[in-house]
């Protein structure tokens, strides 16, 4: 999951990260070429699915398309990475704060049984 992939030359990192849609509940994949963002998923609420988006290099236009699997519980994606239709990585992506994940849980689990209690004290 940590290998370093490259692409012309160029470093490309990816990764993943929980964001705010849907109490946490999906998370964003980005691509870096260099540093520099090239795609982004935005936090599709979605188990499985494509993105594609175009990007400059070298004074070209490129196409760069992920495809991503089920996460699971082992907080990491299995992924697949095409640029202009060549293959450039099959890995896993990790989530870098799946802890957050966690924290929802356990507030929701809280705010049920909160909602439980109260129910049950209006019953006695």
């Not at 870096?32 to 070298?58: C, M, N, V, W």
């Not at 809280?110 to 109260?118: C, D, E, P, R, S």
Request: one cysteine or more.
């Amino acid at each position: 999951m940590n290998e370093i992939i490259k692409w012309q030359g160029r470093v490309v990192d990816v990764q993943a990260r929980l964001v705010p849609r849907y109490l946490w509940n999906t998370a964003s994949i980005e691509v870096f070429l260099d540093g520099q963002p090239i795609l982004r998923t935005g936090g599709q609420f979605k188990f499985t699915g494509s993105y594609a988006t175009t990007f400059e290099h070298s004074g070209s236009t490129h196409t760069t398309e992920l495809t991503w699997g089920f996460c699971g519980l082992s907080f990491s994606f299995p992924y697949q990475l095409r640029i202009d239709g060549t293959p450039v990585a099959a890995s896993r992506v990790r989530i870098r704060n799946w802890p957050v994940a966690l924290v929802v849980m356990a507030a929701g689990v809280a705010v049920l049984l909160l909602i439980l209690h109260f129910i049950r004290a209006a019953h006695a």
